[in-house]
């Protein structure tokens, strides 16, 4: 059978099995009967396993998430700051609760520190955007007196570290989980986080 985007077929099929056995317990083989195609067939598209996986991080770094997340509807809430907070979490843990996020963090919690070829799997660089973003952010309430005369960096630290722990801990197994109960612990951090922080 004959797929319009081998190439994004390929890195799909291994994205799964590297969530599910890490980089060392996928193969080739194994990549290639997913994908329906002859082993051999997989050079066409890529040299090795090693350029697969590094495809698949590659496009992961190529998404901003502020596209995903930040809007203009919901910059339009940012003056009532704790709505803005509220749905900026909501959005996030949505985006983070699909499948294909979900995989990903499971891989990179499985490979921290792997490193495969020149790059090395990290969970501090996969949240720096997400801090640069609410850096941001405190930073203009702040200026804007709007939240407490705190340093942006401790305020995007403290308000993304426990997002992130919700997401490791809630959002990284395979099968359904119970959206409205995470969506819930969320709402409470962010609800406890702005009433330390405003003015």
Request: include cysteine.
């Given at each position: 059978?004959?797929?319009?985007?081998?190439?994004?077929l390929?890195?799909?099929k291994?994205?799964?099995?590297?969530?599910?056995?890490?980089?060392?317990?996928?193969?080739?083989?194994?990549?290639a009967?997913a994908?329906?195609?002859?082993e051999s067939?997989?050079?066409?598209?890529?040299?090795?396993?090693?350029?697969?996986?590094?495809?698949?991080?590659?496009?992961?770094?190529s998404?901003?998430?502020?596209?995903?997340?930040?809007?203009?509807?919901?910059?339009?809430?940012?003056?009532?700051?704790?709505?803005?907070?509220?749905?900026?979490?909501?959005?996030l843990v949505?985006?983070?609760?699909?499948?294909?996020?979900?995989?990903?963090?499971?891989?990179?919690?499985m490979?921290?520190?792997?490193?495969?070829?020149?790059?090395e799997?990290?969970?501090?660089?996969?949240?720096?955007?997400?801090?640069?973003?609410?850096?941001?952010?405190?930073?203009e309430?702040?200026?804007?007196?709007?939240?407490?005369?705190?340093?942006?960096?401790?305020?995007?630290?403290?308000?993304?570290?426990p997002?992130?722990?919700?997401?490791?801990?809630?959002?990284?197994?395979?099968g359904?989980?119970?959206?409205?109960?995470?969506?819930?612990?969320?709402?409470k951090?962010?609800?406890?986080?702005?009433?330390?922080?405003?003015?």
């Amino acid at each position: 059978m004959k797929y319009p985007n081998t190439k994004k077929l390929i890195t799909e099929k291994a994205l799964d099995y590297f969530s599910n056995n890490g980089y060392a317990g996928a193969s080739i083989r194994q990549i290639a009967r997913a994908v329906g195609i002859r082993e051999s067939a997989i050079y066409n598209h890529f040299k090795s396993k090693e350029e697969i996986f590094l495809a698949i991080l590659s496009d992961y770094k190529s998404k901003s998430l502020s596209t995903k997340i930040l809007n203009d509807e919901l910059l339009d809430e940012l003056d009532n700051p704790e709505k803005f907070l509220q749905d900026f979490a909501k959005r996030l843990v949505e985006f983070w609760n699909t499948p294909k996020e979900k995989k990903f963090i499971r891989l990179l919690l499985m490979e921290q520190f792997t490193k495969v070829g020149s790059v090395e799997l990290s969970v501090t660089e996969y949240v720096n955007e997400l801090r640069g973003i609410c850096r941001l952010i405190f930073s203009e309430m702040v200026k804007n007196n709007i939240a407490k005369k705190y340093d942006p960096d401790i305020l995007a630290e403290q308000f993304t570290a426990p997002l992130f722990l919700i997401r490791t801990e809630h959002l990284s197994r395979e099968g359904e989980n119970n959206l409205n109960k995470v969506l819930e612990i969320v709402r409470k951090h962010v609800s406890f986080f702005w009433n330390s922080i405003k003015i």
